[in-house]
């Protein structure tokens, strides 16, 4: 099986996260390089809902990378940071005159991949 990550990298994913990509697409821009510790407070201080998910992607990639590579935490950087979209669940919405209109409830999957760095 061929993974594009390298030894020291070491990656998180969080799929099925019920809102829309380009909602937490705005929300992971706007991480994407920072050292983990400035990241995280930059989250914490935002006002979106995403930014709850994404935080939790980032705990779980450093998690990951202690736990699993034994590399420290607060050296970590945010290399690569990814939002695809998952499945849409298509819903229905009475409308005037018997007719319907669709609604589509849609999924995403976050990406976070953490590497040493120097403290950014």
């Known amino acids: 099986m061929a993974d594009n990550t ?12 019920r809102m829309a990509p380009r909602k937490v697409r705005m929300v992971v821009d706007m991480v994407r390089g920072k050292g983990v ?5 930059a989250l914490q201080f935002s006002t979106r809902a995403a930014a709850e998910p994404v935080a939790k992607a980032i705990n779980s990639a450093v998690a990951n990378a202690e736990n699993n590579n034994g590399l420290r935490g607060r050296n970590l950087v945010i290399k690569r940071a990814s939002v695809d979209e998952g499945p849409t669940l298509k819903r229905i919405r009475p409308r005037a005159k018997g007719s319907a209109s669709r609604i589509n409830k ?13 403290e950014a």
């Open 6 to 17: 390298s030894s020291n990298e070491v990656r998180a994913v969080a799929r099925y996260v």
């Open 37 to 41: 510790e400035q990241a995280l407070e």
């Open 106 to 118: 849609r999924t995403s999957h976050i990406t976070i991949v953490v590497a040493p760095g120097k």
